[in-house]
Structures are given as C-alpha cells and as structure tokens.
C-alpha cells in the first residue's frame, strides 16, 4: 500500500523560510489533487495549498504569495516552499492525495501523510 511520508517540518524564527516535502512510498501512477494543508492547536484543519494533476494551483488566503506548491513527478513527491513565515503559520502540516491511482492500480479515494510539525517562534 502505498503511504504519503512529510518531512521538513522543525523550529523557524518569524519571517525565516522552510521547505516541506511529501514523498510517496511507492509509485503514484496518477492523481486528482495532490494538497497540503494544516492544523493549529484548538483550530480545524484548513487548505494551505493544492496542486491538480494538470498543473493547476490554489492557496489559502492566509499563505498566497509567500508559499509556493510544486512536484517532481519523477521523485513522487510534492513540495511547499514556505517563506516570509509567521508565527500564526505554527501548526501540523498535513500532505493529502485525492484518488491516488498506485503502480498497482490500486485507488485510493483520500491518502494522508502524518503530518510533519512546523514552529514559527523566535
């Protein structure tokens, strides 16, 4: 089965940058949308970013123009560049994959990673 594994995550002063990566344990053969999104203590879970399999992509209000979702197909694995960070983007980060299609062909209508913790804090 394959599994969406974040990493990147760690402490940043404010307005530092970090760069979070979602990497697939195996192949991905193709994708709707491939998204990250984030949860703060005592917060729902909310959108920071997704890309489509087309290229397409959209951010949260919060994050547009200092975040930036990529992909390298090649690597199975998907990118956030973080930068001009604050301490309101302190949360979990969470990679989601929606109807993820495996080397297999197995589908998976929803896959999530464990998320990776990022700390905005001087």
């Known amino acids: 089965q394959v599994q969406l594994v974040e990493s990147g995550g760690g402490l940043v002063q404010p307005g530092g940058s970090l760069r979070l990566s979602c990497a697939a344990s195996g192949i991905i053969f193709s994708f709707n949308v491939m998204a990250w999104y984030r949860q703060a203590p005592g917060k729902e879970r909310e959108l920071v970013a997704g890309i489509s399999s087309g290229g397409s992509t959209n951010y949260g209000d919060s994050v547009k123009g200092r975040f930036t979702i990529s992909r390298d197909n090649a690597k199975n694995t998907v990118y956030l560049q973080m930068n001009s960070l604050k301490p309101e983007d302190t949360a979990v980060y969470y990679c989601?994959?929606?109807?993820?299609?495996?080397?297999?062909?197995?589908?998976?209508?929803?896959?999530w990673g464990q998320g990776t913790l990022v700390t905005v804090s001087s």
């Open positions: 989601k994959g929606t109807n993820v299609v495996d080397g297999y062909r197995n589908r998976y209508p929803e896959l």
